[in-house]
């Protein structure tokens, strides 16, 4: 057996599509994806007040200023709360977004959201972007399917916690519950 296990063919050429995707180089534009830009449709967020948070990748000396959810097919309806947060592995709050309270988020758009204070990581590894909206109709957002953990060591692609949010991240992620449906991040 090889470093790469099994696999007789060259990583390069097998994941050539990836660039494709239509992802910016990211030595030229700093960005870091729970996600490929391909395969992705309209999934739910989490019920309004309750918080989603997706496992994101982060290395030693990234600097994250903004987190970005697109909405898909669905535009929030009179919203009176949102926000997004960065939570450490241990789901300990990082830093999060002003409150955007009523701010129209309209179908099929890109929402960036900058953080309070821009967070430089100091450890590679497994990070949590969240976002919580509070309104009569919580938008879609661009997303995937994801499978529950299934091997110990294993977490969550995206997670639900938190009831009656408003404009306020809670301090830590208590009592995430699975979710199936893992919305596309980018950190930049």
């Known amino acids: 057996m090889t470093l790469l296990g099994?696999?007789?063919g060259n990583?390069?050429?097998?994941l050539g599509w990836l660039n494709s995707a239509g992802r910016?180089?990211?030595d030229v534009?700093?960005?870091r994806?729970?996600?490929p830009r391909v395969a992705l449709d309209d999934v739910p967020a989490a019920a309004t007040g309750v918080m989603c948070s997706v496992a994101l990748y982060l290395q030693d000396?990234?600097?994250i200023s903004n987190l970005t959810f697109i909405s898909a097919g669905t535009a929030a309806a009179s919203p009176t709360n949102y926000f997004a947060a960065l939570y450490n592995g241990a789901g300990v709050l990082l830093a999060q977004s002003a409150d955007q309270l009523t701010a129209a988020w309209a179908a099929d758009t890109a929402k960036t959201l900058?953080?309070?204070t821009a967070q430089r990581i100091t450890k590679s590894g497994i990070y949590y972007a969240a976002l919580s909206v509070t309104a009569s109709t919580v938008p879609t957002l661009v997303g995937s399917l994801g499978a529950k953990p299934v091997l110990t060591g294993e977490g969550n692609l995206s997670q639900t916690s938190g009831s009656t949010l408003t404009g306020t991240a809670p301090a830590t992620i208590a009592t995430p519950a699975f979710k199936r449906h893992v919305p596309l991040v980018i950190a930049t």
Do not use: I
């Open 29 to 31: 534009t700093f960005h």
């Open 6 to 8: 099994t696999f007789k």
């Open 33 to 35: 994806a729970n996600l």
């Open 11 to 14: 990583p390069r050429n097998d």
């Open 61 to 63: 000396g990234d600097l």
């Open 114 to 116: 900058a953080l309070a």
């Open 24 to 26: 910016p180089d990211p």
